[in-house]
């Protein structure tokens, strides 16, 4: 578990997730003096990339069901001297008193939580009323490239639950749901904006190592022969076409960004 949560934060974070928190920060700048929640925090890459813009926050707490990812960001923030404290929780149970934060931030883990209205509303008690929120969720898998090539090669190496996976990465893809759950669990000032970020990694066999296997519940290439993944990562790469110069790979990766106030 701890493995992937080292993969994902050494490879997949720099690529993707940090340039996502910079835009979420972008929106919804965090500010001194508050506390700020981050909600299925990972490795901490959101918390990390708030700690970069130097503003002082009362509090950092980020939560996530997995210990594997707490405790890479755990250590990753000590080791950057972030003050931040990092609680195993499920999104829609958050073991905090009602109004405890003055902000919160959610990256590419609401297409996650099996009960969205569930989870917004816990969230939206522990946050004061008028507390802002930043949440960015992928778009349809059609609209994101990377992810499209990696459902494929993943369906040709090694099946269906391992492709799957993938997909549900953009299986909330209709803003229309996104801001029906927001406005269910009590949110106002509801905006919706597609964003397309264009993201790249200078060597893309490293980034198909790095991250095809993925998950915390198990890496997908497990069964795999060293020439299986080695093949599994070549139909990755010429399934990127275009984006994949025999080198580095330049990919657009859309979300939606969703900002609110509680
Ligand atoms: C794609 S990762 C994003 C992590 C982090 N926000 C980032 O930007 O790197 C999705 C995260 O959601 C977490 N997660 C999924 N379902 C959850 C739930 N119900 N409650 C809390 N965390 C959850 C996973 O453990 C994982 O760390």
């Known amino acids: 578990m701890t493995d992937f949560a080292e993969r994902y934060d050494a490879v997949m974070v720099p690529v993707i997730f940090r340039p996502w928190a910079q835009e979420l920060l972008r929106r919804v700048p965090p500010q001194d003096g508050q506390a700020i929640l981050d909600v299925a925090c990972g490795t901490g890459a959101v918390t990390r990339t708030i700690a970069e813009t130097g503003v002082r926050p009362a509090s950092l707490t980020g939560a996530d069901m997995s210990a594997g990812m707490l405790a890479v960001a755990s250590r990753k923030a000590a080791q950057a001297g972030i003050d931040a404290r990092w609680v195993e929780a499920d999104a829609a149970a958050l073991p905090f008193p009602d109004h405890s934060f003055d902000v919160a931030y959610c ?156």
Do not use: W
């Not at 946050?127 to 994101?144: M, R, Y």
């Not at 990377?146 to 799957?164: E, I, R, S």
């Not at 909330?172 to 669990?185: H, K, M, N, Q």
């Open 107 to 262: 990256q590419q883990a609401l297409q996650f939580f099996p009960d969205r209205v569930a989870a917004l509303t816990e969230l939206r008690r522990v946050l004061k009323p008028g507390a802002s929120v930043a949440f960015c969720v992928s778009t349809a898998l059609h609209e994101n490239p990377l992810l499209t090539a990696q459902a494929d090669a993943l369906q040709m190496h090694v099946g269906d639950a391992a492709a799957q996976a993938v997909r549900n990465i953009c299986h909330l893809s209709d803003a229309g749901e996104v801001r029906d759950a927001f406005t269910v669990a009590g949110f106002h000032d509801i905006s919706i904006d597609k964003v397309s970020l264009k993201l790249s990694h200078p060597d893309g066999r490293a980034y198909a190592e790095g991250a095809l296997g993925g998950m915390h519940t198990g890496d997908k290439l497990a069964r795999l022969s060293e020439d299986g993944r080695q093949r599994c990562f070549e139909s990755f790469l010429s399934g990127l076409g275009p984006l994949f110069d025999g080198k580095a790979i330049r990919f657009p990766h859309v979300s939606h960004v969703i900002t609110a106030h509680a």
